[in-house]
Structures are given as C-alpha cells and as structure tokens.
C-alpha cells in the first residue's frame, strides 16, 4: 500500500512540473513583457530594458526556466509584472475566494447529485426519472458561463433576490460587524455556487443513476430483499455503499472541471479567485501569475485526484484487506 | 392428511421481452404444495421455470419485465402471499420463508462483513440487538460448519471460497428458523465434493430445526437422496408429482424418463452428471414460443397426432390417494402406446 501511494505521489510530482513547463515555454511563445499591457508600449525603451533585466527577461530562456524552478522549489513563485507584488500575495488573495467557491459548489454538486441519481435509479423510467434526466442534460449541455449568465439576469438583474457580482458588498461589510458581513457573503456567494454546483450535480446525477441501476441488477441486492428488509434500506445501504465506490472516482474527475469552471464562474460573477487572478494576468501578459495559477491548478487537480484514490482503496474492503 | 404450509396454484409468472419478441410464459400454471416438515424435490431442465417458481413465491420478481398473472394463488400458513400489504410481505421474507440462490459468488454483498449481514435479518424479524445478533451470527457460522467462526464473522465474501459462502447464504437464511427454506440449486455452482457436504448440511439443519425444504435442481440424483416427494417441471408447467420412492419406481412422463436415464446411478446419494441431459433429444424451447399441444411432444419418442393439438391436464396416476401422483401426458389415456414403442 504504501509503495502504491510513493508511485502515486511520484506520478502527481510530475504531472505538476509538466504543467508548469507547459505553461512557462507556452507563454514565453506568446510573448509578453512588464513594460506593458499587449503590444502597446507605454514606456520608454530604457526603462523597459531595465525592468527587463530586472525580471531576468533578458538571460536565455533555459536559464529562466532553471532559476524559475529553483525558486519555484524555494517557495518563490516571483514577483507580478502588473500587481508589482509577489505573486504569492496575490494568490494568497485569490486562493481563499476560490477555495469557498469550489467547495460549495463541490458540496451541491455531490449532495444534489447524489440524491437526484439515487431516486431517479429508484424510480427508474417512470416520470420522475425522465423529467430529471431531461433536465439534468439541459443543464449539461449548456456551456456554463451562459448558464452563469442566464441565473445573474434573471436572479441579480430582474428580480433583485442576489447580488450580480463580488465576494461582499464593501460598504456594508465597513459598517457591520463581521458576523453580519459573513451572512453578506453567503448571499454573494449563492449564484456563482449554484451555477458551478448544478453544472456538476447534472454530471453527477447521471453517473450516479448508472452506477445504482448497474447494483440494483446483481444478485445481493435481491438477497437483501429475500431477508424481508425495506426497500428503503435495500437501496440506501445495500445498493448505495456499492454503488458510492465508483462515485469516489468521480470525485476525482470533479477537480479539473471545478478549476475550469471556476474560471469561467469566477469571471461572469467577478468573484476575485484563481480563475478570475488568471484570467486578468492572461488580459496583461503577466506571466508569473499565469504561469503560477497553472501550477495552483495543476496541482489541485493531481492532488484531487490522489486523495480520490486513497478514499477509494480505505472505502472498498476488497482492496483494502488485500493492501493491508 | 396434514395441511400443506405452503399451496402454489395455477401460478402464472410472464416476462414482456423488450425486444418485441412476444411475452415469455417462464411459469405457465403451475400448482403443486409443500407440506410441514417435508422436503420437496423441483425438478428439471434449465429454463423450464424453477427459479421464476421460486421467486415468485416471495415475490421477488422484477416487475417490470416480469409479472405474476391475476388468477395466481399462492398460500403459505393460510395467507395468500400474493394480496398481501408490502409491510406483512416483509414480515415473511427471511423471517417464516427464507430462500438461498443459485450463485453464491454474487449472492452476498461485497461491501460488508457476512457478520453484519447474517445478524440483519435478526435485527430486523427479531428486534436483537447488535450484539446479541452478533453473537447468533457466529453461533449460526459455526453450525453451518465454518471453521474459527469467531473470526470469519469479521470476515468479507471475498475472503472465502464458495462453497463457505454457500454455507454463509444458509446461515443467513437460517438465522430466523424459517419454516421453509427455499434451495435454489444451491450445489450447481460448486465442486462434486462441496456439493456432498452442502447437501448434507442441508440435511442435517433440515432435521434439527423442523423446517421444510424446497430443494430445487436439475439432477435428479440430488433429489433421490433427500427428497419426500418430487415435483418434475418442463417448459413452465408441473408435468409429474409424486413421492420419490413412487417416482423412481413408476415413472410415468417419458420426461421423467429421460431425465432418470441420464442419471448414471439413482441409488447414489449425489450425482455425478451436471447439468446436460444427453438421453433426451433436441432442447428446452423458448418460453416465448411454447409448442403447441403437450409442450413435450417435439422431443416425445411416443408422440402422437394427439399430442400436437391438445394439451394434456395433470391425470391421475391412479396410485395412493387422487392426486398424490398426477401426470401430464396422453399415454396415461392410452397405455398401450408406450407398450407398443418399448
Ligand atoms: N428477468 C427476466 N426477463 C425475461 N425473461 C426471464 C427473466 N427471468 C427468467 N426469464 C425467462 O424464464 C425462463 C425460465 O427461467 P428460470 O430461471 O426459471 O429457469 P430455471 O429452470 O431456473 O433454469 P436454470 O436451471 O438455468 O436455473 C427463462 O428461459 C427466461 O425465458
Ligand atoms: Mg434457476
């Protein structure tokens, strides 16, 4: 078991610097500089020199992508062409903001799925199950920030029951104790939380509906029904723990579409996180942040992935035994 | 004579194919009892309806595609099981009937102990605690014979081989003293020498808890050696009953007959054929395209014009009181066919 998880850590390490290398050679393509923003140049040729070779851009590109790792493995991530701070303080205020959102919307979308894919198994190809399916592809197939979009008109824009955009509303939150601030912030969170969290409670509920239908069919299922138990318990005990072993998978899968749903999320609701921080550095040219948002991202998704497998192994006694 | 326990009439048991390849009639109007006590020998081919029989008893049927026609009578201890509320249904399940499958590798869930899952029906018929179903798990482990069942209570499915978990599936179905336990081929999927000690198991836990048995298989080498009275079925209806030893020695349904001669050695207590019945030509035909007349003629040595146009009603064989053998085959109006043939 533990040589499995070294292997796997291992793996996760690797695919974390690939992305980064992506990233870093990808935007080095693209060209870029802190004197300014796009192609205009809005600084004299001598200071840009100077700021140039201040942020190493002058050295060759391998030995900027030697001393970027090194300081990478440092805790540096540098400094931001465009927020003149390092780039770690401008993570460590994005970071909280994604986490709240990601982790909302992770809670709607594996307890909504969850129960949605439960019942519709229960009720399989009667009406319920075909009205949610149908819904639940709706929602699949609509990209996102549209969705995102739709729910900010509607809800924020001509009903007035949410904010239409940020963390908080700073005026008030000035005024009020935090307490308050902190049911201001719930409030500002709700939209963005639903659209990412319904988007994938839609995903969720269809696999899930599978995975429990694939369960109710074998033939411990009709054994617990011959010991005269409930069919409330034969499906929420008996089938459930069977069929929640593949839902931890897909909890794994959920980390790279919450990051790049974040980042659309984040940006149709201003809501000032990792995608939104990734999104304004790509409008600058502002390849540390960039560059460190991908690793941040890289890094959630691998480590998201990794924890997946792990809950899985501890989860299913038929691996769990084996390794022990 | 005592009353039955348990009273299948005219049971009618249909699948709707998806496919629309017609309704499949699996279980076609079969009746027959099982008294106190007693050990009941189904027998016949695969696919000619025994595991349908069986689940419809306890209602276990998947609806849909499946569904048990109204007119269906089945009564166990004077309730007929098929009006009764969800509620009393459950209160029977695993508690007064308790049923044991085919295929033990798959019968068990995998995610719990079989610890947890021999004390459920405890907990649940019986209202024991946790732990007093605990301690009746590993007593019922170490009477089905289990060795170390103090340790193998913690135990998952995996972790065993199958003919242990066949001896778990009867400790689970034997956990409420059921009055009739329902054996659904429960050595097919086992080794010769499993199939020996399963049965004999079987045997023992039969005497020593008073309960009747249902023992459904294909061989009727199995049925030889412990069962009262047999039940043959072909193509989802009863083609003969009648008790062992009058079976073995008047057997009246040229089924039967085939059937007996591909067993080797009757006298034995387990056969060693499995499965394929080579004496009997051709093979069981589809349940959604019964033939018409005796469903057997097709493959009857004796058949007659009779046998394609008219279905044969269960006869009287004449033996011991009316009904106690009763078979499905024109010969029983004209014996001196079957003389004529020999
Ligand atoms: N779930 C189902 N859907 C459709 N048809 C079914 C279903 N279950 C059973 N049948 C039909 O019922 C017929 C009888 O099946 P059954 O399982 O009772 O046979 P069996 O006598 O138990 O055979 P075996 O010895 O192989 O267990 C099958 O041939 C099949 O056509
Ligand atoms: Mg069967």
Redesign the interface.
């Known amino acids: 078991m533990s040589a499995w998880i070294v292997r796997r850590l291992a793996a996760a390490i690797a695919i974390v610097l690939a992305a980064v290398t992506l990233t870093f050679f990808l935007l080095h393509l693209a060209g870029g500089s802190p004197c300014g923003q796009r192609d205009v140049q809005s600084v004299a040729p001598e200071v840009c020199a100077r700021l140039r070779a201040q942020f190493g851009l002058d050295r060759p590109i391998w030995e900027q992508y030697g001393k970027y790792l090194w300081a990478v493995l440092h805790g540096d991530l540098g400094q931001s062409f465009w927020q003149r701070r390092p780039v770690i303080a401008a993570l460590g205020d994005a970071m909280p903001n994604t986490l709240v959102l990601a982790g909302t919307a992770l809670l709607i979308d594996f307890t909504l799925g969850l129960a949605l894919g439960v019942y519709q198994a229960a009720r399989a190809r009667r009406f319920g199950d075909i009205a949610l399916g149908n819904a639940a592809l709706f929602v699949n197939s609509m990209p996102t920030f549209w969705l995102g979009l739709v729910l900010l008109l509607v809800f924020g824009q001509w009903l007035h029951l949410v904010p239409v955009g940020g963390t908080h509303d700073p005026v008030l939150c000035a005024r009020l104790d935090s307490l308050h601030c902190v049911g201001d912030r719930l409030w500002h969170l709700a939209l963005p939380a639903l659209t990412l969290g319904l988007v994938g409670a839609a995903a969720t509920a269809r696999y899930q509906r599978a995975a429990m239908l694939e369960v109710i069919a ?3 299922v ?10 409330r318990r034969v499906l929420l005990v ?1 089938a459930l ?2 069929a929640l ?1 593949p839902s931890i998978t897909l909890f794994g899968l959920a980390f790279p579409f919450l990051v790049t749903g974040a980042v659309l999320v984040e940006w149709v609701f201003a809501w000032p996180g990792m995608g939104w921080l990734a999104v304004m550095a790509i409008g600058q040219r502002d390849y540390p942040v960039v560059t460190a948002t991908a690793l941040v991202a890289s890094g959630m998704v691998t480590v998201g992935n990794l924890l997946a497998d792990v809950v899985y192994a501890a989860a ?3 691996i769990r ?1 084996r390794g022990a | 004579m005592t009353e039955p326990l348990l009273r299948v009439r005219d049971l009618k048991t249909y699948f709707v194919t998806e496919h629309g390849s017609g309704t499949a009639r699996a279980v076609d109007g079969v009746s027959f009892e099982v008294y106190p006590g007693e050990t009941l020998g189904l027998v016949g081919e695969s696919g000619c309806g025994k595991t349908v029989t069986s ?1 419809s008893i ?1 209602r ?1 049927i998947p609806e849909p595609p499946g569904h048990i026609r109204p007119g269906s009578f089945i009564e166990f201890e004077g309730r007929n099981l098929l009006t009764l509320a ?1 509620r009393e249904l ?6 007064r009937i ?2 044991i ?1 085919q ?1 033990p590798m ?7 102990t079989v610890g947890d899952q021999i004390a ?2 405890a907990i ?2 019986q209202g024991l605690s946790r732990r007093r179903a605990r301690a009746r798990a590993v007593e019922m482990l170490k009477l089905v014979g289990i060795p170390d069942p103090a340790e193998r209570v913690d135990h ?1 499915p ?2 065993m081989s199958g003919g242990m978990r066949q001896r778990v ?1 009867i400790a ?1 179905a034997l956990v409420c003293h059921p009055k009739l336990l329902i054996a659904d081929e429960p050595t097919t999927a086992l080794d010769v020498t499993i199939q020996a000690q399963i049965l004999e198991l079987l045997d023992r836990l039969q005497r020593d808890l008073g309960m009747a048995v249902m023992l459904i298989t294909h061989d009727l080498g199995v049925v030889a050696g412990t069962a009262d009275r047999v039940v043959v079925m072909y193509a989802g209806e009863v083609v003969e009953q009648a008790a062992t030893g009058e079976l073995f020695a008047r057997p009246l349904h040229p089924y039967t007959e085939g059937l007996m001669a591909s067993v080797p050695r009757i006298d034995t207590r387990v056969s060693q054929v499995r499965g394929r019945l080579h004496s009997i030509p051709g093979q069981v035909p589809a349940a959604t395209a019964w033939p018409a007349g005796c469903r057997f003629h097709p493959r009857c040595p004796y058949a007659w014009d009779r046998c394609r146009q008219e279905a044969p009603p269960p006869l009287d064989a004449g033996a011991g009181e009316p009904g106690a053998h009763t078979v499905r085959c024109w010969l029983l109006t004209e014996p001196q066919r079957r003389s004529a043939r020999a």
Request: cysteine-free; proline content about 6%; charged content about 25%.
């Open positions: 074998q033939d411990f009709r054994t617990a029904r011959a010991k005269g138990l409930r069919e008996h723990r069977n072993l299913d006694p038929r035994v | 689940l306890l276990l969800p459950r209160a029977i399940r695993g508690n308790a049923m499958f295929e798959t019968s068990l869930n995998p995610v719990f459920e029906a649940v018929h998952y995996h972790q599936m689970m």
